[in-house]
RNA sequence: UAAGCAGCACAGACAAUCGCAGCUGCAUGUGCCGAAAGGCCGCAGGUGAGGAAAGUCCGGGCUUCACAGGGCAGUAUGCCGGAUAACGUCCGGUGGAGGUGACUCUAAGACCAGUGCAGCAGAAAAUAACCGCCUGAUUUUUCAGGUAAGGGUGAAAAGGCGGGGUAAGAGCCCACCGCUUCUUUGGUAACAGAGAAGGCUGUGUAAACUCCAUACGAAGCAAGACCGAACAGAAACGAUACAGUUGCCCGCUGUGUUUCGGGUAGGUUGCUUGAGCCUGUUGGUAACGACAGGCCUAGAUAGAUGAUUGUCUGAUACAGAACCCGGCUUACAGUGCUGCUUAUUAU
RNA sequence: UGGGCUAUCGCCAAACGGUAAGGCACCGGACUCUGACUCCGGCAUUUCAAGGUUCGAAUCCUUGUAGCCCAG
């Protein structure tokens, strides 16, 4: 998988670091990790716990995270490693909500560019 | 019409915009990244999750390791015949169980090889005598003997029932049924039918050990193969530069250069043309096979199918390929089709 | 993705196919002026679930569910 402006966080060194020396904020349906990395690009991590449901729900709340990021790419800050959590209330939630969610986290973290 | 039985098919569709991953074609800069292997960048077209992709319960392919040959152990299977690459799967049949029926279910070899177990209750759970019945003795409640018809217990009680017989009884004898053995007919066989004989030597349990027959080497694509920074190692080269080994020389060791082979991170491959799918003809009751023609139909690697809008609609379930096949098991909203059974009504 | 293990009371756990031990906790009582200690009594009703074998299953067999561990 890869964005135009984005990469994927793959290795999880990174994740354990993002984790660590992060900052983070959390809403209902949403937990996400930020971590400035020094690069030119964002790398955004997506995590779904299996607490979530089986494999079809869990690879569902992933593209909609994906998603909802990907047409939003151009307003988010660069530099950033943003690592973004699901929680299992996100397990039966529509696009827009998760969207609207995702957004808000990015306002609470000021890396929206103005 | 109602209630069922068996089998099969489908698993939202269409359009627009944005986006993802392979493939094919064209284009292709002495472009970019990298030590190398290799990767990245443009345009167009087409393709892109399931009936269970799931559980990982069996079997096989493929790969590596082991292996002269055989046996033991261990594990699995277990009526008969067939299908298959193979199977614990499937098909056809036999016996048994259930259902009015269509039909469904069935781990169904051997306790006359041996060992074990059967709690409680009961006289007794396998070398049967507690009560009872009968005979004899004793004479007034006991002893000796005969006896499995009756009693209650238990999941299970010593072939069943009727008659004869007897002191009382008993397959002791007889008829019918059951059982065992033999003969014969049908069937490839499991087995079924018929006839004769034996008087019946004896419970259950092998999803208890075991016996018999058959099968099985082990591990798994994170298998394995190739390229290969780092790093441990070996060899060669040295005018002698530096450091160490005793102050100096020789010698030795290390730093150095080259080569070799091993190999971590990482990358490439394995990877999708296959016991493949569709159509027709044909062999077979069927599972399945043969022939002819046509087709290429996911291949990701932190992991690709999504989002929005509109129209239709009953539109919603269970659920995501990860090396590949054949099965089994489990989950599941509904819709449609075919054949059959039973009941009721009408003709 | 592949391989392996476990499940019994609120917790820790035992159990030859034949009544599901025991400890802690909890509840009631005794002792004490009161509490603790101690003593006595009580506490499993679908042994993770569903089928099967058996006269009888926590135990044997099959299928599932949940949890844990190993291989990066």
Not at 19 to 35: E, F, I
Not at 40 to 46: A, H, S, T
Not at 51 to 66: F, M, P, Q
């Amino acid at each position: 998988m890869s964005y135009k402006f984005s990469e994927s966080l793959k290795r999880n060194i990174d994740f354990q670091s993002v984790y660590k020396k992060g900052k983070s904020y959390a809403n209902k349906y949403l937990v996400m990790y930020v971590l400035e990395n020094r690069m030119e690009k964002n790398r955004l991590g997506i995590s779904v716990s299996k607490k979530v449901g089986n494999s079809i729900v869990r690879h569902k709340v992933t593209r909609l995270i994906r998603e909802s990021y990907r047409l939003h790419e151009n307003i988010f800050n660069s530099g950033l490693d943003i690592v973004v959590i699901a929680r299992s209330s996100a397990s039966s939630v529509s696009y827009w909500e998760i969207e609207s969610a995702l957004l808000h986290l990015a306002k609470l973290h000021h890396i929206i560019k103005k």
